[in-house]
């Protein structure tokens, strides 16, 4: 499909949802969504989390809300976000960026792009 077709057919929105495993003998503390992303005038990026201590724990999770951008830039900090929800940290986090854009061209298309997508943890030791 091209041109005007491609437009009208293609949804203005996406995402990418991305699983990421932090510690099995300690506790994780999550840290920071580290990205590239190219936001033209009228498009967004958007970050959220939920946190597990299963995998298939995840599906039942509640999304927080890390950031947008714009006006939010690299690093977003996971860690504050989950302390405002009352969420604990667990062992699995799940990370959904969600690209959408409000502007429509009949000349070209106008998409944000990520170039890059990482996240940080730690892993604090727990003494028994």
């Known amino acids: 499909m091209t041109g005007v077709q491609l437009r009208l057919a293609t949804n203005p929105r996406g995402h990418y949802r991305h699983v990421f495993e ?3 003998d300690a506790t994780t ?6 990205f ?10 958007s970050f959220r989390v939920k946190t597990a ?3 298939d724990g995840l599906e039942a999770a509640e999304w927080i809300s890390v950031g947008t951008t ?7 900090a996971i860690r504050p976000a989950l302390d405002e929800a009352g969420v ?10 969600s690209l959408r854009t409000e502007v429509m061209s009949d000349s ?21």
């Open 22 to 24: 932090g510690c099995d």
């Open 29 to 34: 503390l999550w840290g920071d969504i580290r």
């Open 36 to 45: 590239e992303a190219t936001t033209p005038p009228g498009t967004f990026v």
């Open 53 to 55: 201590e299963t995998r």
């Open 70 to 76: 714009p006006p939010d830039t690299s690093p977003l």
């Open 88 to 97: 604990m940290p667990m062992r699995f986090l799940m990370l959904e960026v």
């Open 108 to 128: 070209e298309v106008i998409t944000p792009e990520v170039h890059f997508i990482d996240v940080t943890h730690v892993c604090e030791p727990i003494f028994g």
